[in-house]
């Protein structure tokens, strides 16, 4: 009975590493990841404005704010996954370059763009979806809004200035100062708003480390508008096509990721065993020199398949 109690009780030790090492590698792993893609896409648009390579974020907000929007010529549509522009929220102290698509890859580097729905600054409803607890979580605060703070998009065409404002009258599961919930399948808040004036729309996951509602933050435009895109630029649609689904798009769980997963776990078991065998019947110090790398490297593959099975937050 001791050695049961002993033995249950390793496993249970165990287990509980493995679920805080996971929990750290969603926290601040998945931030480190995000934190490489946002220097990526930095340099990327430093390269499309023809400045140097290496900018900071705010180097390239500060150079797309030189673009004057009434002048500035037709944008064309953004290739999905590439930077699309930068969003600052000073309340929130955020500042990041968000990319064309609403993927699981795509929000992986930064806030997305859902495409289908204007580019931040044109005429509509322009759609931003970001992560609250993971990769960087740049929608972390935007539950502190509140009407009148400001939103200010960067794009190839200018500086826009959005403020925002009170949650719509209407259904909600939850309602705060500047924000509302709904349920993942009520795509219409990312469709067109009654009345006149452009919008910019915020999603995010609901509540934190949760993906079971969507909690919504909404701005109105209080700049001038540039030029629309010309059908030769690469005009977009201003609606998503298929609004019911749009809010689950890349914060849904990839089935696919399961078995590679499990068999790269069931690995790093092996590997952690061999190396326990080996330091107890031969020499300690090979075992850890070689077992402890192979499976910290197959541990954190692992979570890279379980992060992408799990729903994101």
Same mark, same amino acid.
């Given at each position: 009975?001791?050695?049961?109690?002993?033995?249950?009780?390793?496993?249970?030790? =165990?287990?509980?590493?493995?679920? @805080?090492?996971?929990?750290?590698?969603?926290?601040?792993?998945?931030?480190?990841?995000?934190?490489?893609?946002?220097?990526?896409?930095?340099?990327e648009?430093?390269?499309?404005?023809?400045v140097?390579?290496?900018?900071s974020?705010?180097?390239?907000?500060?150079?797309?704010?030189?673009?004057?929007?009434?002048?500035?010529?037709?944008?064309?549509? #953004?290739?999905?996954?590439?930077?699309? $522009?930068?969003?600052?929220?000073?309340r929130?102290? @955020?500042?990041?370059?968000?990319?064309?698509?609403t993927?699981?890859?795509?929000?992986?580097?930064?806030?997305?763009?859902?495409?289908? #729905?204007p580019?931040?600054?044109?005429?509509?409803?322009?759609?931003?979806?970001?992560?609250?607890?993971?990769?960087?979580?740049?929608?972390?605060?935007?539950?502190?809004? !509140?009407?009148?703070?400001?939103?200010?998009?960067?794009?190839?065409?200018?500086?826009?200035?959005?403020? !925002?404002?009170?949650?719509?009258? $209407?259904?909600?599961?939850?309602?705060?100062?500047?924000?509302?919930?709904?349920?993942? =399948?009520?795509?219409?808040?990312?469709?067109?708003?009654?009345?006149?004036?452009?919008?910019? #729309?915020?999603?995010?996951?609901?509540?934190?480390?949760s993906?079971?509602?969507?909690?919504?933050?909404?701005?109105?435009?209080?700049?001038?508008?540039?030029?629309?895109?010309?059908?030769?630029? $690469?005009?977009?649609? =201003? #609606?998503?096509?298929?609004?019911?689904?749009?809010?689950?798009?890349?914060?849904?769980?990839?089935?696919?990721?399961?078995?590679p997963?499990?068999?790269?776990?069931?690995?790093?078991?092996?590997?952690?065993?061999?190396?326990?065998?080996?330091?107890?019947?031969?020499?300690?110090?090979?075992?850890?020199?070689?077992?402890v790398?192979?499976?910290? !490297?197959?541990?954190?593959?692992c979570?890279?398949?379980?992060?992408?099975?799990?729903?994101?937050?």
């Amino acid at each position: 009975m001791a050695r049961l109690v002993g033995a249950l009780g390793r496993v249970l030790i =165990t287990a509980g590493a493995l679920l @805080l090492a996971f929990a750290a590698f969603q926290l601040w792993g998945t931030g480190l990841e995000e934190s490489g893609h946002q220097d990526d896409l930095g340099s990327e648009l430093s390269e499309r404005l023809g400045v140097s390579d290496d900018s900071s974020v705010g180097d390239v907000a500060a150079d797309l704010e030189q673009l004057a929007p009434a002048t500035a010529p037709s944008a064309a549509e #953004t290739p999905e996954g590439e930077a699309a $522009g930068v969003i600052r929220i000073p309340r929130i102290g @955020l500042e990041k370059i968000f990319v064309a698509g609403t993927s699981k890859p795509d929000l992986k580097k930064g806030p997305g763009h859902y495409l289908g #729905t204007p580019t931040p600054g044109q005429a509509g409803n322009a759609a931003i979806a970001g992560h609250r607890t993971t990769y960087g979580a740049p929608f972390n605060r935007i539950d502190e809004l !509140v009407p009148g703070d400001r939103i200010e998009t960067f794009t190839l065409q200018g500086k826009f200035v959005y403020q !925002v404002v009170a949650p719509p009258d $209407g259904p909600s599961i939850e309602r705060g100062p500047g924000w509302w919930s709904v349920r993942p =399948t009520q795509g219409e808040v990312i469709g067109p708003v009654e009345g006149e004036g452009n919008w910019l #729309t915020l999603t995010a996951c609901h509540p934190k480390y949760s993906a079971e509602q969507r909690i919504i933050v909404r701005a109105q435009l209080v700049a001038d508008t540039p030029p629309a895109p010309s059908a030769e630029a $690469g005009e977009r649609p =201003t #609606t998503p096509s298929n609004p019911g689904s749009e809010l689950d798009t890349g914060l849904g769980g990839d089935p696919g990721a399961l078995l590679p997963a499990i068999l790269l776990g069931l690995a790093g078991g092996m590997v952690w065993l061999v190396a326990w065998l080996v330091a107890r019947r031969w020499k300690r110090w090979p075992a850890v020199l070689v077992g402890v790398p192979a499976f910290g !490297v197959l541990l954190w593959f692992c979570f890279v398949f379980v992060d992408r099975w799990l729903p994101s937050v």
